[in-house]
Structures are given as structure tokens and as C-alpha cells.
């Protein structure tokens, strides 16, 4: 009876938290629509894109990237407020110190993830849309590009990347609470490798010097986050002594 009465507490506190961040979220989608049109003009008006006519193929295609980089800037805007939620769902569960060394991620996390919304805008899209194009020219292919294509490309390549870039502190904030360790993340490599290599894969056209590009960030990515591990894991198992010399003291 008692583990029922905990588990709806949980869930009730759960809810709570969703409730909270979706509020939030509705908040910036009001935010959103202001940005949307300076935002999607901006993206039109990139470098790589002087060269080409964007066009609608559909009539509701305007209307679907509206709503798409509104939603996106409203994600973007309420991820601290996400992070944090999870965070303070999770926090009770550990101890004090842990608390305030878990909270710095919150803002840490944020900041990777626009660092890999920056590398992917201005460093692969421009790549992978040079080499498309100049393919096209190669084989005598005049490109007309649908605006809801262009954006739906921006957005599988530059999201990604955003999400991806968090995986150190993730990995940090997991060891920490010892659901891993560097030593699982170093015997699985290889099978992380070939998952990011498929990530690649979708993602890019099919030429491996793009799939090269797109991997070796992640590969580093994922190589980083074994030495973040490996600090996180010592962190972790002292916490885990200090609990127990705390436990055996409480018994005497």
C-alpha cells in the first residue's frame, strides 16, 4: 500500500512538471510567431542559396514552415525549462552534492546545443549543398527546390546536430547517477560508431566525404564523453562510499 501511495505521488508530481513545461511552451509559441518570418527569411537568404528560387509546391506549404520554425523556436526557447524539470524530478533522488553539480548542466546543455545548431548550420549544410548542386551541374540537372523540401532538409540536418552536441553532459549527468559507466561506453565503441555512422547516413547525401564530416564530430563527440565519463564514474563512487560509511555509522 505504501509503494501504490509513493508511485501516485510520483506520477501526480510527474504530471505537475508536464503541466509546467507545456504552459511554458505555449508561452513561446506566442513568442514564436513574432520571430517565424525574420527567421525564415533569414534562412532563405543564405549564401548557398543566392544561386536558386525556392518554390511552393503546395498551397498549404507557406503555411506548414510557418508553423514548423514556430514550434522550433518555441522548443528551442523552453528547453532550459525542460532540462530543469527533469532535473528537479530526478534531484530528490541524490545527494546534495550532487544536486548543485547536476544543476550547472542545465545551462551547460543549453549552450552545447546551439554550439551544434551553429557547426551544422554554417559548417555541413553549406558543404552538403554545394556538393549537390554541383553534382546536379555535372550530370545536367536543373535543381527547382520546393521550400517545404529546403526546410524539412534544414531541419533533419540541424536539429540533429543541436541534440547531439549534448551528449557529453548527458553521458556526465548518466554516470553520475550510475545508470553508466566509461568502461560500458568504451566495450559498446564500436556499435556507437556504427550508429553514428547510419545517423550520418540519413542525414547526408550518399558521398562519403560527407558521411566523413558528419561522423567525426560525433565520433568526437562520443570520445569526449568517455573522459567526461571517466570523471563523473569517480565522482559517483565516492558519493556511493560517503553513503555507506553514512549507512554503517546510522547501524552503530
Do not use: C
Request: net charge neutral.
Amino acid at each position: 500500500m505504501h509503494e501504490e501511495k509513493e508511485i501516485m505521488e510520483h506520477l501526480d508530481e510527474l504530471r505537475k512538471r508536464v503541466l509546467f513545461t507545456t504552459y511554458f511552451f505555449v508561452a513561446a509559441i506566442f513568442v514564436g510567431f513574432f520571430f517565424a518570418k525574420p527567421t525564415v527569411k533569414f534562412l532563405q537568404s543564405a549564401p548557398w542559396t543566392d544561386a536558386i528560387e525556392m518554390h511552393a509546391f503546395n498551397v498549404t506549404d507557406p503555411l506548414k514552415i510557418y508553423l514548423t520554425v514556430i514550434v522550433v523556436i518555441a522548443f528551442i526557447i523552453v528547453s532550459p525549462i525542460i532540462l530543469y524539470q527533469l532535473w528537479a524530478f530526478v534531484s530528490p533522488g541524490l545527494y546534495e552534492n550532487e544536486r548543485r553539480v547536476t544543476l550547472l548542466y542545465i545551462p551547460v546543455a543549453f549552450i552545447l546545443m546551439l554550439i551544434g545548431i551553429v557547426f551544422s548550420y554554417f559548417v555541413l549544410v553549406p558543404y552538403i549543398m554545394e556538393f549537390t548542386f554541383q553534382l546536379s551541374i555535372d550530370m545536367g540537372i536543373i535543381s527547382t527546390i520546393g521550400i517545404n523540401e529546403y526546410f524539412g532538409f534544414l531541419m533533419r540536418t540541424v536539429l540533429p546536430f543541436g541534440a547531439v552536441f549534448q551528449m557529453p553532459i548527458l553521458v556526465l549527468f548518466l554516470t553520475q547517477l550510475g545508470i553508466i559507466t566509461p568502461m560500458k561506453l568504451k566495450k559498446y565503441r564500436k556499435y556507437a560508431y556504427f550508429v553514428l555512422f547510419v545517423i550520418a547516413a540519413i542525414i547526408a547525401p550518399p558521398d562519403l566525404m560527407t558521411h566523413v564530416l558528419l561522423t567525426i564530430p560525433m565520433i568526437l563527440l562520443y570520445e569526449i564523453s568517455i573522459i567526461v565519463s571517466k570523471t563523473g564514474y569517480k565522482r559517483y563512487l565516492k558519493s556511493e562510499e560517503k553513503a555507506l560509511l553514512q549507512s554503517l555509522e546510522e547501524d552503530e
